[in-house]
């Protein structure tokens, strides 16, 4: 694909009707990254002088797709001869802007018979002033580069990352407080919303390592570690976080998802080290920063997780609880009010049957808790499906190894 011509960073304004301009006001949809516009300039190109007699079918066609992708709440509206607005109500940003990009590959497609990637133009709307919107392309290589279900070299977030400033992050050794020698690998998994089909964060996975055995420690095994075992693990996720922070800013692009353990940052230096680390300043954990909370069980005091979520949430986009497949465990988060509950899949166990009846479990028992469910760290696709018909929003792959290491593989 022609990759080559990034588009201008110079916003541009787009005339929008009265109606379009009333329909926006007093809603947080822009703020959001909820609106776009696709532009069907390349058809218009293609019809030259025939224009005039096939604009209304183009539209017509248009119109069909918007109503074949849209939900019925959200607005649509045509507001020149080869543009239209799309304001999304439950979606934003990269999920937003696939839904515009699938649209228009679709009208393309149909009517030109290829979606070339210069002929996907894409705009977000960033504001409206004087009866217009302000517009800034969005680069159509960044979405679907978001639709890869895997990390790889073309992942959002790696945009602007120096691999050597990652290579030096990854990976660490220690010795544990009982003389284990352990060696942690950081890899990145894709969060991908189910309904759109788009990565809309990035999950850094912490993989561990008893180096004597070469085994993969399970999570369970880590919970067993001391507390400064556990302190060490949280501080070299976050250094190796800092590297990508940057990237994961603002409405557009994939937030970052940074595991942590309950013990560590429910603690002030915890808390002191999450702000404190180089790289990942206050408005970088602002902007696009989500801790995952990974020791959530039921026996975690409801009080003390409503205080130290509180004061994450301050700290960060949002907070993530990871709990095991135990109802009981959810019962603690009920005023948490936290952005999102994950189930991972290596908690999960036994023959396949008993794995998808506890997927459904999850998804039933955490209707209402959270904005957002993930089924992450899956083996294989298949499990998508099941993630969805449980109705949760979100999942993951597993990945195996490092991006380093399978570039070398």
């Not at 959200?74 to 990009?101: C, K, N, P, W, Y």
Request: proline share 4%; with cysteine; net charge positive.
């Amino acid at each position: 694909m022609p990759f080559d011509t990034p588009p201008s960073d110079a916003n541009e304004r787009v005339a929008l009707p009265a109606p379009v301009i009333h329909r926006l006001a007093g809603t947080d949809l822009v703020a959001r990254g909820s609106v776009n516009v696709i532009s069907i300039k390349a058809i218009r190109a293609w019809a030259g002088d025939w224009w005039s007699h096939k604009r209304a079918d183009v539209w017509t066609y248009v119109e069909r797709k918007l109503n074949d992708h849209l939900d019925r709440q959200d607005l649509r509206a045509r507001i020149s001869e080869s543009e239209f607005l799309i304001a999304m109500s439950h979606d934003q940003g990269l999920a937003a802007q696939a839904t515009s990009v699938k649209i228009l590959e679709d009208v393309l497609t149909h009517l030109l018979g290829a979606a070339s990637v210069t002929d996907l133009g894409i705009r977000s709307v960033i504001g409206v002033e004087d009866g217009a919107a302000v517009c800034k392309r969005v680069d159509p290589r960044i979405v679907l580069a978001a639709r890869a279900r895997r990390d790889s070299a073309r992942s959002p977030v790696r945009i602007a990352v120096d691999p050597g400033d990652e290579s030096r992050r990854t990976p660490v050794a220690f010795t544990t407080a009982g003389g284990a020698a352990l060696r942690v690998d950081f890899t990145l998994e894709h969060v991908v919303n189910l309904r759109r089909n788009i990565t809309t964060a990035v999950r850094i996975e912490p993989m561990v390592t008893h180096l004597a055995s070469g085994r993969q420690a399970s999570a369970r095994t880590l919970t067993k570690l001391s507390d400064r075992d556990v302190a060490f693990i949280d501080e070299s996720t976050l250094k190796y976080a800092s590297v990508f922070a940057r990237c994961a800013q603002g409405p557009n692009t994939p937030e970052l998802i940074l595991p942590a353990s309950f013990r560590t940052l429910g603690t002030q230096r915890g808390r002191d080290l999450l702000t404190g680390t180089a790289g990942l300043s206050l408005s970088l954990l602002r902007g696009g920063v989500m801790i995952e909370l990974v020791d959530i069980t039921r026996g975690t005091p409801a009080g003390r997780l409503l205080e130290v979520v509180g004061l994450l949430r301050a700290l960060t986009r949002g907070v993530i609880a990871r709990v095991p497949p135990d109802k009981e465990a959810l019962r603690v988060l009920r005023d948490a009010r936290v952005a999102a509950l994950a189930l991972d899949a290596s908690d999960l166990s036994g023959e396949a049957g008993k794995i998808a009846m506890d997927i459904m479990a999850f998804g039933r028992d955490a209707r209402g808790l959270a904005a957002m469910t993930i089924l992450q760290g899956l083996p294989a696709e298949g499990y998508f499906a099941a993630a969805d018909t449980a109705g949760l929003t979100h999942a993951s792959l597993r990945a195996t190894y490092p991006l380093s290491k399978q570039a070398a593989a």
